[in-house]
């Protein structure tokens, strides 16, 4: 069945660039049914949904963290990726890659959830 | 502060049963889909619900979801231990052209 696993350093200097890598397994990322996305969760707090992105290309970012999130793809290899600059000690967190379902219906409502995710990886940032 | 609201805590006995609220606004819950998810300690979440009601497979039907207006709700019976759990409440904000998580509800089954 369909796998995420995330990879990356897990410590980044303040004011540095966090890079991580999403790699899919069991299924193509190129699927047109489905978006690709990253959610993080400080330590003892809650998700925040930080973008997603279509196997062409197109993505979607939080607007709190649209200035320094960048979600790219490659379908070559399976796998897309995280880049989020300019970090601070406010984003330690768990992070995760997800598979989202994303469309509209007729009456134009949005369905978007995230039903694969993998497993976690905890980025710490401290110098 | 989260977009969604839902209250940072419920409780309940085993066997019986608990609602989870998640309210919103036009932009979110009122005109586009609801989801939930299970998030047990030291895992990742898991999707438990998917357009306002729809359950994936795998799920028992013991987990519900409905929504009215710019409010949903998760709705699980006969409460087990196994459920205590943090809750989560998520959907897609037209205004923002971005997904939205509620702050979370964590279960505790007495």
């Known amino acids: 069945q369909l796998q995420l696993q995330e990879s990356g350093p897990g410590l980044v200097k303040p004011s540095e660039t966090l890079s991580l890598t999403c790699t899919v397994s069991?299924?193509?990322?190129?699927?047109?049914?489905?978006?690709w996305g990253w959610i993080r969760q400080p330590p003892g707090r809650g998700l925040e949904w930080i973008g997603t992105?279509?196997?062409?290309?197109?993505?979607y970012y939080n607007p709190s963290l649209r200035s320094r999130v960048t979600i790219s793809v490659d379908t070559s290899k399976n796998q897309f990726s995280l880049r989020l600059s300019s970090v601070t000690a406010a984003d330690t967190a768990v992070y995760y890659c997800?598979?989202?379902?994303?469309?509209?219906?007729?009456?134009?409502?949005?369905?978007?959830?995230?039903?694969?995710w993998g497993k976690g990886t905890t980025v710490t940032v401290s110098s | 502060q989260s977009v969604l609201t839902q209250p940072p805590s419920v409780s309940a006995a085993p066997g019986q049963k608990v609602t989870i609220s998640c309210s919103g606004s036009?932009?979110?819950?009122?005109?586009?889909?609801v989801s939930w998810y299970q998030q047990l300690p030291g895992t990742a979440p898991k999707l438990l619900i998917y357009d306002n009601n729809k359950r994936p497979s795998g799920i028992p039907d013991r987990f519900s979801g409905s929504k009215s207006g710019t409010s949903a709700t998760l709705g699980i019976t006969g409460l087990q231990t196994g459920d205590e759990a943090d809750y989560y409440c998520g959907t897609w904000d037209t205004s923002l052209s971005a997904g939205v998580f509620g702050g979370g509800t964590k279960l505790t089954v007495l």
């Open positions: 997800a598979r989202g379902a994303r469309g509209a219906n007729y009456l134009g409502y949005y369905y978007y959830y995230m039903d694969v």
């Open positions: 069991g299924g193509s990322i190129s699927s047109s049914s489905y978006y």
């Open positions: 992105i279509y196997y062409s290309g197109g993505t």
């Open positions: 036009s932009s979110n819950i009122g005109n586009n889909y």
